[in-house]
């Protein structure tokens, strides 16, 4: 039963890309992809909770020379974007020579249900991105596949933004995702030793994966506790640097 959820570790992490690298051309989500181009893997982390992991995960990609593509959330309840110390990861991450791209919550525009609304949102939140980390937001992924089912983001292109979750994008792929912290009926690790696929598509979610062996409800909880440590740290080193009484009692 838990065979499926523990070995999401960093080591496993590197293995599982050392493995991949040895059969496939790694690209990223906005990378054109041309008749030639032949074996591909498209690897994709929505960070949807821990920025911190996705930083650990574009270091072991830069020490294996491999680009991937990383969505970053306005809307998470485990981290704030506009937070500096968040920004600084995400600045990180392009610097270390990755992609970062718009994970697009489409339940924060006014009318959720509306699709005016809600692609005025999206160009919205990809220009504030772009503003944020002064890049050029190449791809964005949608965080909620409920809005996804009730207003088409079929588009390859939306505002001249490649839709890293459209259908005629995906359908190019033998697609993998570690969601809930586990692999879902493809298990990436068991596939790839047998079967050979033409191009793959490996979606992670940064959260579920660690130094050491822990069950997901462990690794959300990690999560949490990191950021109310650095919060509590950043207003420590507030009072300090402004020479305030740090009360406690
Ligand atoms: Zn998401």
């Known amino acids: 039963m838990t065979s499926n959820y523990n070995k999401f570790t960093f080591l496993e992490y590197k293995n599982i890309l050392t493995h991949i690298k040895s059969i496939y ?22 960070v949807d909770m821990s920025p911190e992991n996705a930083l650990e995960m574009a270091k072991i990609e830069k020490i294996l020379g491999i680009k991937s593509s ?29 992609e970062v791209g718009l994970h697009f919550d489409a339940k924060v525009s006014q009318n959720s249900l509306d699709k ?20 050029e937001i190449k791809s964005f992924t949608i965080h909620d596949p409920d809005i ?16 890293g979750s459209s259908q005629s994008f995906l359908k190019k792929f033998k697609y993998f995702s570690d969601s809930n912290g586990k692999w879902g ?19 992670t979610h940064p959260v579920w994966w660690s130094n050491t062996k822990k069950s997901p409800r462990e690794k959300i909880n990690d999560c949490i506790k990191g950021r109310v440590f650095n919060a509590l740290k950043m207003y420590d080193k507030d009072l300090e640097e402004n020479k305030r009484p740090n009360i406690a009692w």
């Open 116 to 135: 005016d609304s809600v692609f005025t949102s999206l160009k919205q939140q990809i220009n504030m991105l772009s503003d944020l980390l002064s890049i």
């Open 185 to 203: 009926n493809n298990n990436l690790s068991v596939a790839l030793k047998t079967i050979k696929y033409e191009n793959i598509y490996l979606l």
């Open 148 to 163: 996804k089912g009730k207003i088409k983001f079929d588009d390859e292109q939306m505002f001249k933004v490649k839709n």
């Open 70 to 98: 990383y969505y970053a959330l306005f809307s998470s309840r485990f981290y704030n974007l506009l937070d500096i110390p968040v920004l600084d990861i995400f600045r990180e991450i392009i610097a270390l020579g990755h």
């Open 25 to 46: 051309n790694f690209k990223l989500v906005s990378d054109k992809l041309s008749k030639i181009d032949k074996k591909i893997c498209v690897l994709r982390h929505d």
